[in-house]
């Protein structure tokens, strides 16, 4: 009913940019909260960046503020996150998430929809 299909990982230098695309269909995509989230080898995924259903709110992760911006296209059915001044610390894959309503939020239990996810790999 619901699928997030995320594009635009791979390997990057440090100091370097990458653009994240996530794909929504099954639901009116404009009506809810998007998010997204990121997973390293060994660790808890992580929240990175949220955006409200207009795209006028956002919130983000401390280590990403200043760096990555959150964006969504309602026409286009689709959220990115620009990444600009990778680091290594970065590395992870990255998840698209769909919300449960409008508002944003940075927990994961806020989120129903998860996409399968995208390899970001920076390197020293």
């Known amino acids: 009913q619901v699928q997030l299909v995320e594009s635009g990982g791979g390997l990057v230098q440090a100091g370097g940019s990458l653009r994240l695309s996530c794909a929504a269909s099954?639901?009116?995509?404009?009506?809810?909260?998007m998010g997204w989230f990121r997973q390293a080898p060994g660790k808890e995924r992580e929240f990175v960046a949220t955006?409200?259903?207009?795209?006028?709110?956002?919130i983000y992760a401390d280590s990403v503020k200043d760096r990555f911006t959150i964006s969504r296209d309602n026409a286009k059915n689709t959220l990115y996150l620009q990444m600009n001044s990778l680091k290594p610390e970065d590395t992870a894959v990255y998840y698209c998430?769909?919300?449960?309503?409008?508002?944003?939020?940075?927990?994961?239990?806020?989120?129903?929809?998860w996409g399968q996810g995208t390899q970001v790999t920076v390197s020293s």
């Open positions: 099954g639901r009116t995509f404009s009506n809810y909260a």
């Open positions: 955006i409200n259903w207009s795209g006028r709110s956002t």
């Open positions: 998430a769909g919300g449960r309503g409008p508002y944003y939020s940075s927990n994961t239990a806020e989120y129903t929809y």
